[in-house]
């Protein structure tokens, strides 16, 4: 039989299965919760991360799948960083939330839309019921972990403003809309919606270790929320089979199975029923039912294989499809806390051993791992209001590095220049539009058509113009140059995207004959007529030759820096010094541009043969992404792609999903 310790409502512990069973050390197991975190949330955007930030102060969880932003996502990314301590992550799920998804008016006016786009376009406007109630406990918990503050902040006036609109739709919310509970069963509906879908259920929406503690906490109508914590556990037995224990994706309120060919049988939502389940156990202890249902769900699993059984099956246990799912495998891990040893200890095995989902259907396989990695550790836990003591917050992160259209850390851009025909080499041989296309202008002769044809052949991609000031930084200081950038800019705005100009490139060679003062001054001047012009496009390089000799041409960096305010990038000369210097200036250049929070560009000309320039330019790349986000490659030996094993090595590395090439989502990824 399970431990039969007192529930974790009463004693405050809480089981932690993979060292019970496995003997895995509690640093392992944090180590391996805090993995699929990071993974989950920051790993690379195309395979592994669901969470995507906003600005400064949101973010979403996106169906990878359907390429949308959902309410149980939400509320599950919610849940997570609650239970892992991640304030600012659940601040920013919560922002996104109530910006985009929230019904402020109309038909469901206070419920959520289920919905949305990754833009915040709603989608369908109607509520999920399970995004509701897993709101809610995520918002008591962040009441209970951090103390509420104000507005949208106030995290347990905002739990309780939903339970309100629960239990009262047709007062406080629209006229499409029914309560969340059914007045009669006390049983949470499928959509709160007027019509057939309030009518019947989904178990794995049944969360009685939810609404228990709803009616112990919640301002008022804690009878109802009691009334609906039996109604559950009177309900989940009457809704799984009774020799496979499985439950269908929907039923009705008496326990049958929705008459439905695809809904009717266990197929996704139902792997849910497991875990809630095992986490009703490990925190209330409600009845002896719990194990017989655990011990006969996952006897039928074994009985399919531990390893081998599939993720849908008829409810009398025939096999629907012929894949895994890793989801599955976490619920099943979890509803081990209510099962015999003997037969729990497999799955949790199983649990250690999965992989965290990646690829396009990392989505939902991928929270209910982590969630299942939290709730089969121990760490899914109950936070009281007022009891719990307040959690010692993390240190907030390091101010992150700022751009005017730059890649989030782990992505660069990749530009390539620095004519018309170092461009058309490249891609005559690479036969790929790079991320951006560089040209260099004069400001006293400004070569227009030559700008206006090189971005006409490339329309995907970003621009990247060296603007030489020729001579003329104190004319344009005192605005006798207004002509000339006038003209410049007109030929910009007529080529919408991106466009980095880097004012009078390697400022601090000598050879430029340049002071710091008038240097300041021109690109003040210049930033100016920028703003003047309205030009938003444009994102001012503040481009170093970082010469060895003479790093900042002797002077301090201070002395030719324009001011934050006007700065969008630095940008970096990267070629002689690799031999010359070991990139010593190149570093000092970096760890400027980290102490102003300014993305970095490197501008690379090649000076060695073969792969071994190459290999020194990338692994500088990647050591460097925390500032690095663009890669200017001059094409200046075209010889260099005659070596099969130079193009094949450069193919392979710029393949990767961490460059950016040119495409027509480009400009939107950036931000543009």
């Known amino acids: 039989m399970p431990i039969r310790a007192k529930p974790a409502i009463e004693s405050g512990v809480y089981r932690n299965l993979f060292a019970e069973y496995l003997g895995k050390s509690e640093a392992e197991i944090q180590a391996k919760n805090e993995a699929a975190f990071q993974q989950l949330f920051y790993g690379d955007e195309f395979s592994e991360r669901v969470y995507y930030p906003v600005g400064t102060d949101m973010a979403y969880l996106l169906d990878t799948g359907n390429d949308d932003v959902r309410s149980e996502g939400m509320s599950y990314g919610m849940m997570i960083a609650v239970q892992m301590n991640k304030k600012e992550e659940f601040d920013r799920i919560w922002k996104w939330t109530k910006t985009y998804m929230y019904q402020r008016d109309g038909g469901y006016k206070g419920y959520f839309a289920w919905h949305c786009k990754p833009d915040g376009t709603q989608l369908a406007a109607n509520p999920a019921s399970d995004g509701e109630v897993w709101f809610v406990m995520a918002l008591f918990f962040a009441d209970a972990r951090w103390g509420s503050g104000e507005g949208i902040f106030d995290y347990r006036a905002e739990a309780q403003a939903i339970l309100d609109v629960a239990l009262n739709a047709k007062e406080l919310g629209g006229d499409l809309a029914t309560n969340l509970f059914d007045p009669e069963t006390k049983q949470v509906v499928f959509v709160p919606q007027l019509g057939q879908n309030s009518k019947f259920t989904d178990a794995s929406y049944h969360m009685p270790h939810f609404y228990e503690l709803w009616a112990r906490w919640a301002d008022k109508n804690n009878d109802f929320w009691a009334a609906a914590v039996i109604a559950s556990r009177e309900f989940l037995p009457t809704a799984v089979h009774p020799e496979t224990g499985l439950a269908p994706n929907y039923s009705y309120f008496d326990g049958?199975?929705?008459n439905d060919d695809y809904h009717g049988k266990f197929r996704y939502d139902a792997f849910r029923v497991g875990a809630n389940i095992g986490m009703d156990y490990v925190w209330f202890h409600p009845s002896d039912w719990y194990t017989e249902q655990a011990n006969r769900q996952l006897s039928f699993f074994a009985s399919q294989g531990i390893n081998t059984y599939v993720a849908e099956y008829s409810l009398d246990g025939k096999p629907l499809v012929g894949h895994r799912s890793t989801g599955l495998i976490a619920t099943n891990a979890v509803l081990t806390h209510a099962a015999d040893p003997e037969i729990g200890k497999p799955f949790v095995q199983a649990l250690w051993d999965a992989s965290i989902p990646t690829g396009k259907y990392r989505y939902y396989d991928g929270l209910l791992y982590m969630l299942g990695l939290l709730q089969t550790s121990g760490n899914f836990r109950i936070y009281e209001p007022g009891v719990?003591?307040?959690?010692?917050?993390?240190?907030?992160?390091?101010?992150?590095?700022?751009?005017?259209?730059?890649?989030?850390t782990g992505r660069a851009l990749l530009l390539v220049g620095p004519d018309a025909a170092g461009v058309s080499a490249y891609f005559d041989t690479l036969v790929t539009a790079p991320g951006g296309v560089n040209i260099e202008l004069a400001l006293q002769a400004l070569d227009l058509d030559s700008l206006t044809a090189l971005a006409?052949?490339?329309?995907?991609?970003?621009?990247?113009?060296?603007?030489?000031?020729?001579?003329l930084a104190d004319s344009i200081a005192a605005g006798e140059a207004d002509g000339q950038i006038e003209a410049l800019l007109t030929a910009l705005a007529a080529t919408p995207r991106p466009v980095f100009l880097r004012l009078e490139p390697e400022f601090d060679a000598t050879a430029n004959n340049l002071q710091p003062v008038s240097f300041v001054a021109a690109w003040q001047t210049f930033h100016q007529r920028i703003q003047a012009f309205g030009a938003q496009h444009i994102a001012l390089v503040w481009h170093s030759a970082a010469a060895c000799e003479?790093?900042?041409?002797?002077?301090?960096?201070?002395?030719?820096?324009?001011?934050?305010?006007?700065?969008?990038?630095?940008?970096?000369?990267?070629?002689?010094?690799?031999?010359?210097?070991?990139?010593?200036?190149?570093?000092?250049?970096?760890?400027?541009?980290?102490?102003?929070?300014?993305?970095?560009?490197?501008?690379?000309?090649?000076?060695?043969?073969?792969?071994?320039?190459?290999?020194?330019?990338f692994e500088f790349v990647h050591a460097n992404n925390d500032a690095v986000r663009a890669l200017a490659y001059f094409n200046t030996a075209p010889g260099l792609f005659d070596s099969p094993e130079f193009l094949r090595d450069w193919k392979a590395e710029t393949a990767q999903q961490f460059w950016l090439r040119g495409s027509p989502t480009l400009f939107s990824t950036l931000g543009e």
């Open 256 to 258: 049958r199975p929705y």
């Open 388 to 408: 719990t003591p307040r959690a010692e917050l993390p240190p907030p992160p390091p101010r992150a590095i700022e751009g005017q259209f730059a890649p989030l």
């Open 456 to 471: 006409k052949r490339y329309p995907n991609s970003t621009l990247s113009v060296g603007l030489s000031m020729d001579g």
């Open 550 to 617: 003479a790093p900042f041409g002797g002077q301090p960096a201070e002395a030719w820096y324009p001011g934050d305010e006007v700065v969008d990038w630095v940008a970096v000369s990267y070629g002689e010094q690799l031999a010359a210097c070991e990139n010593q200036s190149v570093v000092a250049v970096l760890q400027f541009a980290r102490g102003q929070f300014k993305p970095v560009m490197l501008i690379a000309t090649p000076t060695l043969s073969g792969d071994a320039w190459a290999a020194h330019l």
